[in-house]
């Protein structure tokens, strides 16, 4: 079955530290992937996505890392803020057209 | 401004009463999909509809009902067959299936 995971439930890193959040997806035909960011008691957010002809894309403050080989996907954040505090979600598009997420990977951000 | 709208924020029900959450969408986006997270958890799908007037049942659709009569609107109704309804549900919305969800800021349903 179709199925994406993340590594850890929860990662917490130093303020100003880079963060690494890993997913594991298990559809090697998948083609695109999303992050994203879910605050407390809020709807997640989109950050960033990346095509499977793509191995890393970058944004303001955080890269994504695609390895199909081994069909890996990292998010990281450089000099991780209190404000980057939330749950991380990676998505793929499942075989009937729907978005399917992993479980969420928790960011804390000690100061 | 183009979004997402979720209402009410908070919701209380008496248990064995059916309530309906509101999803509205002003950025002509075909589907809509509602989702249920329980604390720590992630998103299961409840319902999704691809296209005015069609809906489909997603992994957890027993004790839901849904419509689909208008492109901007997707209320979810929690009837009384819902046995755990208390939780935070999720509404959202996409040009088409696959693509990138754009979410409402949640509806925080509580069953006493």
């Known amino acids: 079955g179709e199925s994406v995971g993340l590594h850890l439930p929860t990662l917490s890193v130093q303020e100003g530290d880079n963060s690494i959040i890993n997913c594991a997806y298990s559809?090697?035909?998948?083609?695109?992937f999303i992050w994203y960011k879910q605050e407390s008691g809020k709807g997640p957010q989109f950050i960033i996505d990346i095509r499977s002809n793509m191995d890393k894309r970058q944004g303001q403050r955080v890269t994504v890392l695609l390895n199909k080989t081994v069909k890996h996907l990292s998010l990281q954040i450089a000099a991780t803020q209190p404000g980057d505090s939330a749950v991380y979600f990676c998505?793929?598009?499942?075989?009937?057209?729907?978005?399917?997420f992993g479980q969420g990977t928790t960011l804390q951000v000690k100061p | 401004d183009g979004g997402i709208t979720q209402s009410p924020k908070y919701l209380f029900r008496k248990e064995g009463q059916n309530v309906t959450l509101s999803c509205e969408q002003n950025l002509n986006h075909d589907a809509m999909y509602w989702y249920r997270q329980d604390p720590g958890q992630g998103l299961r799908l409840i319902y999704y509809?691809?296209?005015?007037?069609?809906?489909q049942k997603g992994d957890i659709a027993e004790g839901y009902s849904v419509s689909r009569e208008k492109k901007e609107s997707f209320p979810l109704t929690v009837t009384s067959a819902q046995k755990n309804p208390t939780a935070f549900y999720l509404c959202?919305?996409?040009?088409?299936?696959?693509?990138?969800?754009?979410f409402g800021p949640g509806t925080r349903l509580t069953v006493l």
């Open positions: 959202a919305s996409s040009i088409g299936g696959g693509n990138e969800q754009f």
């Open positions: 559809n090697s035909a998948s083609d695109y």
């Open positions: 998505a793929e598009p499942g075989n009937t057209g729907k978005l399917i």
């Open positions: 509809s691809q296209i005015v007037n069609d809906f």
